[in-house]
């Protein structure tokens, strides 16, 4: 291809009067045998303008991510989808790793990733000299090449960092060459400090923790090989960090490679210790492995870990990724002896003179609350924030020392009461005690020294600050409010004042972040405290309005779940203001989706989404209010709108939600028009979301049957969308949730006058069942749409059966449902389907008019029936089971445990014994338990969409099934011989059994319905399943 040809269109891709003419001549040129690798040469090349070469780095990334596996065409097309020729492939391999080596960072990050996606592919299958490449030049003796291939190690280790241990086999081949070659080579490195010989040992280190962070290969790293290596992290974190650096802004230091390269030693020790070095918390295979790194390596690493911390105490400075890892390792060292007989003598010092510093409120969180309030609550409220924050770290290591070792508590408690009760104190340091203090608030409610001065602390300490003049200091009490708000008040007053300061804080502060902060320890104080809730009642307009106010203004995800919280504690009262919070919560989704940057930030499709869950939790507070769902319906229908209207599928799920919510209890007609509306947008869109629409398309069949009906169109829609579903290729549980609206049609409408709608639903499950289906789900769900079908009009069914005509089936199809039907009994689960297809069999063995096919499997019927009604006791039997254990669940979480150690033991071995003995059985086995439970309690998703036949008055399948048995002996004697002939002695005792339960249930009804004739009292609605234990089936006297 001609290069230059190429590199006037990436030039053009630059100029914007260019671009779109570039892009396509590009668009049909990328095709062509020898493009991709044409780019790779102009990316290599020194001679073309560095933009260009940054262009096509970019094209190329997006050609190998997109194109470079080869992929079968979809179904029903003959046609292949492009891919990157062979040919083009092999040159790229052969020339990839060359390219990162030579070309500068900002084309490098391009290559690797797709470096990355063709390990992904072809290692080691099309390309194990990747190995052998990279292995080439890292011995070279140009220390230049060793970066690049440095970086091409680590796109080959990344692309396995998460795979289990038995899919990482190429990975540890090529690694039993490279580990000892990268160990080799950054302890020739250490001595160097040089800029790019600490950029090489940092990528060295990101190597070694990809490699080990989610899974340790002891077949490479025996006890030998591990101690070089802890000596290298060791040695990297303990050197001191050139004097020059300090000229460098302090924003700027930790990106310096010098504290990055620190950070990625500590990364790898305090993953190593939480992981494998902690006995009692590790798994089997890494007993023998924790044991000797907490005898080997812990005390050595946690030496020079307290040497940084005393750095810090000095006033020199750390890197805030540094100090948060020192904790996170500190933190591990807690709970062994051995680490905390080293740590005991200078505890308190780490508590007052570190951990509390880090806790306290400093210049740079003065600095943004001035500058960006509302980013400065983003930045508090962001867990990825929380995961690097130094501050959660030290909050952590404080909370485990002060609950695993006795002496921390007391001397820290001391420490604070002295700042809080001392006036002259410095705010930031009262700050800082407050948080102290809220962190380990759990503690302290629990230990019989503390719990009953926490009420004193918040009247004398907390409350006063809650009025002091500076903002930050009332943000903080508001946030010890919410620590504290499980609190057994003995003073009214105390609680009373509580609920009134955090209300004010809430209404009349002038600070967000203070707003903020009083509206969660608010909603936690009303849901903790029943007085509080009184106490609010009458102030729940305001503060729902303040709450919208603060949402609108912060998009802050936290609030919105207040005000979700909220609408739940007051039901009643948020009924009459339901319509103004939605019409405010509607106003402020449409400016969050309607704004410029909503495409970039995820944040605000969190908010988003937030609002839509909280405007459902109102429509369903407001359900029995009929008038106001009414006026509710216009808001959100508009809402609807303007997410169909733009497309944004990520908001499909939830305003489907909100129309299930709207349609619950009745149908107006702009709901009905919504099906309509509904139905064009799936046909362009999306029919993946069918599994999402089912509750709402279920509402419209069963909540109003007789608009459904009134107009034709109505079935016609969902007849045409379960077609769809069935005839293409959204998957087989979107293909169940068809099925099943299909049959919750045919039952809805038993009685009224669909028969012609029943040929076209049998045949269409009928054809799905010849095209091959993979799962038993499936298969019965296609099945119950005809015994469905059988229950409407058995004569409608059997002749729709004897009239079908399916593709490579010649002749009619009845033999091959009646077959495949008995070959399947014992897939029916769950209790609906059990008991759909005993009435179906009843049916069955009840007709006069057989089909031969009948005949022919006449002794599988009543043993069939007798497995399905064991299946349905078994169901009950667990469920009770479930419901006993989930009792004795709660009872034991309710004991509460002493977690103290005495002053210098071990953690005591329980948990170690326990990891042991469940390693015995392994964790698969612990899974395979759960999944029994979910076996027998067979509650699939489909059981939850309701039909005439599940209701408590419905047909009762025990009395169906011996009924039909009865008449059939009445009527035709040799048939029911034929019938009960092949039963066993145990299949007759069950019979037998079936037959009193019936009879028991048939009394059990008469009795119920006799006296709600009379006035009386009536049953609480609890349904067939819990009213009987099957366990033990009356006696027969």
């Given at each position: 291809m001609d290069l230059n040809l190429i590199i006037q269109a990436l030039k053009g891709t630059i100029d914007p009067k260019l671009r779109i003419a570039a892009e396509n001549e590009l668009n049909q040129s990328y095709k062509i045998i020898n493009f991709a690798p044409s780019l790779l040469r102009i990316i290599v090349s020194d001679h073309v303008e560095f933009p260009v070469r940054q262009a096509a780095a970019i094209y190329l990334k997006n050609m190998v991510t997109q194109y470079w596996p080869d992929r079968e065409p979809p179904p029903g097309e003959a046609v292949f989808p492009f891919n990157i020729h062979e040919n083009d492939r092999q040159q790229i391999r052969d020339n990839i790793v060359e390219g990162i080596i030579r070309s500068p960072d900002l084309v490098r990050v391009q290559l690797t990733m797709c470096l990355r996606a063709i390990i992904k592919y072809d290692f080691p299958g099309h390309w194990p000299a990747v190995v052998d490449k990279i292995d080439y030049y890292l011995q070279s003796q140009s220390?230049?090449?060793?970066?690049?291939?440095?970086?091409?190690?680590?796109?080959?280790?990344?692309?396995?960092?998460?795979?289990?241990?038995e899919?990482?086999?190429?990975?540890?081949?090529?690694?039993?060459?490279?580990?000892?070659?990268?160990?080799?080579q950054i302890m020739q490195l250490l001595p160097d400090s040089s800029h790019y010989s600490v950029l090489l040992q940092k990528q060295i280190l990101k190597i070694f923790y990809a490699l080990v962070q989610y899974a340790l290969p002891l077949q490479l790293v025996n006890n030998q090989t591990m101690t070089a290596w802890m000596e290298i992290f060791r040695t990297i974190i303990d050197r001191t960090v050139p004097p020059e650096t300090l000229q460098i802004d302090e924003d700027d230091r930790p990106e310096l490679v010098w504290w990055k390269c620190k950070k990625w030693a500590l990364h790898i020790v305090a993953r190593l210790f939480e992981r494998y070095g902690s006995p009692g918390?590790?798994?089997?295979?890494?007993?023998?492995?924790?044991?000797?790194?907490?005898?080997?390596?812990?005390?050595g690493i946690q030496q020079v870990l307290l040497k940084i911390l005393d750095q810090y105490r000095q006033k020199e400075y750390v890197a805030p990724r540094v100090l948060q890892q020192a904790f996170n390792y500190l933190n591990q060292g807690i709970v062994h002896s051995v680490t905390w007989k080293q740590m005991k003598p200078h505890i308190q010092n780490i508590s007052e003179d570190v951990i509390f510093s880090v806790m306290c409120y400093k210049d740079e969180d003065e600095e943004l609350w001035q500058e960006d309030p509302y980013e400065y609550i983003r930045m508090k409220f962001d867990i990825f924030e929380d995961y690097a924050s130094p501050t959660t770290a030290a909050q952590t290591l404080l909370y485990t020392a002060a609950k695993k070792r006795k002496e921390v508590l007391p001397k820290m408690m001391a420490f604070v009461y002295q700042i809080l009760t001392d006036p002259n104190f410095d705010p930031r340091k009262k700050d800082g005690a407050l948080h102290v203090i809220g962190s380990l608030a759990d503690i302290l409610l629990k230990k019989s020294l503390f719990k009953d001065q926490m009420e004193l602390l918040l009247q004398n300490h907390v409350f006063p600050l809650l009025l002091s003049n500076l903002g930050y200091l009332r943000a903080r009490s508001c946030w010890v409010l919410h620590a504290f708000s499980s609190l057994k008040f003995h003073n009214e007053l105390n609680l009373r004042n509580a609920v009134e300061l955090a209300k004010k804080s809430l209404i009349e502060d002038k600070e967000m972040p203070v707003k903020v902060?009083?509206?969660?320890?608010?909603?936690?104080?009303?849901?903790?405290?029943?007085?509080?809730?009184e106490y609010m009642k009458p102030h729940v307009r305001p503060i729902m309005q303040e709450l919208l106010h603060i949402v609108r203004e912060t998009e802050n995800d936290d609030v919105t779940n207040v005000i979700q919280k909220m609408i739940c504690e007051y039901s009643q009262e948020v009924a009459s203001?339901?319509?103004?919070?939605?019409?405010?919560?509607?106003?402020?989704?449409g400016k969050v989706l309607q704004s410029d940057e909503y495409e970039e930030i995820e944040d605000k499709t969190v908010m988003a989404m937030g609002i839509l869950h909280t405007i459902d939790t109102i429509l369903t507070v407001v359900e029995d209010h009929k008038e106001v769902t009414q006026q509710l319906e216009n808001i959100c229908l508009r809402i609807i709108d303007l997410v169909l209207q733009k497309h944004v599928i990520e908001f499909y799920e939830e305003i489907l939600s909100l129309a299930y919510s709207l349609t619950c209890h009745g149908i107006s007609p702009q709901m009905w028009q919504l099906l309509g509306i509904l139905y064009e947008v799936f046909q362009q869109d999306c029919f993946e979301y069918f599994t999402d629409m089912m509750p709402l398309l279920h509402n419209y069949v069963t909540i109003d049957t007789d608009t459904l009906l009134s107009n034709p169109k109505h079935l016609e829609i969902l007849f045409t969308m379960c077609r769809k579903v069935l005839c293409g290729d959204a998957g087989e549980d979107a293909e169940c949730h068809a099925a099943k609206l299909l049959e919750v049609i045919i039952l809805q409408c038993k009685g009224k006058g669909i028969d012609q709608c029943i040929p076209l639903f049998v045949q269409l499950v009928l054809e799905r069942l010849t095209l091959g289906v993979k799962t038993s789900e499936l298969r019965t769900m296609c099945l119950q749409v005809a015994i469905a079908a059988l229950y409407y009009n058995p004569d409608l069914l059997l002749h729709t059966l004897e009239q079908i005509q399916l593709p490579h089936n010649p002749g009619p199809i009845t033999v091959q449902f009646i077959n495949q039907w008995m070959n399947d009994t014992d897939c029916f689960l769950g209790h609906h389907d059990r008991k759909m297809c005993i009435i179906g069999l009843s049916i069955l063995l009840e007709l006069q008019n057989r089909p031969p096919a009948v005949d022919a499997v006449v002794g599988q019927i009543v043993p069939s029936i007798l497995f399905l009604f064991l299946g349905l006791k078994q169901v009950c039997a667990t469920r009770q089971l479930v419901n006993r254990e989930d009792r004795s669940k709660a009872e034991k979480?309710?004991?509460?445990?002493?977690?103290?150690?005495?002053?210098?033991?071990?953690?005591?071995?329980?948990?170690?014994?326990?990891?042991?003995?469940?390693?015995?059985?392994?964790?698969?086995?612990?899974?395979?338990?759960?999944?029994?439970?979910?076996?027998?309690?067979?509650?699939?998703?489909?059981?939850?969409?309701?039909?005439?036949?599940?209701?408590?008055?419905?047909?009762?399948?025990?009395?169906?099934f011996t009924q039909a048995l009865l008449t059939v002996q009445n009527r035709d004697a040799a048939w029911y011989q034929l019938l009960m002939a092949p039963l066993s002695e145990d299949q007759r005792r069950a019979l037998q059994e079936v037959y009193t339960l019936a009879e028991h249930r048939r009394t059990v009804a008469e009795a119920k319905k006799k006296i709600e004739q009379q006035g009386g009292f009536t049953f609480e609605n609890k349904g067939v399943l819990s009213a009987f234990n099957f366990g033990t089936v009356p006696g027969n006297n």
């Open positions: 220390s230049g090449s060793w970066l690049g291939s440095l970086l091409c190690l680590y796109q080959l280790v990344k692309t396995y960092e998460y795979k289990k241990a899919e990482r086999e190429p990975l540890i081949a090529a690694m039993q060459i490279f580990l000892p070659r990268i160990q080799q918390n590790v798994t089997k295979e890494y007993f023998e492995f924790s044991e000797f790194f907490l005898k080997t390596y812990a005390v902060e009083a509206a969660l320890a608010l909603q936690s104080l009303i849901s903790n405290q029943t007085q509080a809730k203001i339901a319509v103004d919070m939605t019409q405010h919560l509607a106003e402020i989704f979480a309710d004991m509460e445990e002493n977690e103290e150690i005495s002053s210098d033991e071990e953690e005591t071995n329980v948990t170690a014994q326990a990891m042991q003995s469940n390693n015995g059985r392994g964790e698969d086995e612990e899974e395979e338990d759960d999944d029994w439970d979910e076996e027998v309690l067979e509650e699939t998703a489909l059981e939850g969409f309701s039909t005439p036949l599940d209701l408590d008055n419905s047909v009762d399948e025990y009395q169906f």
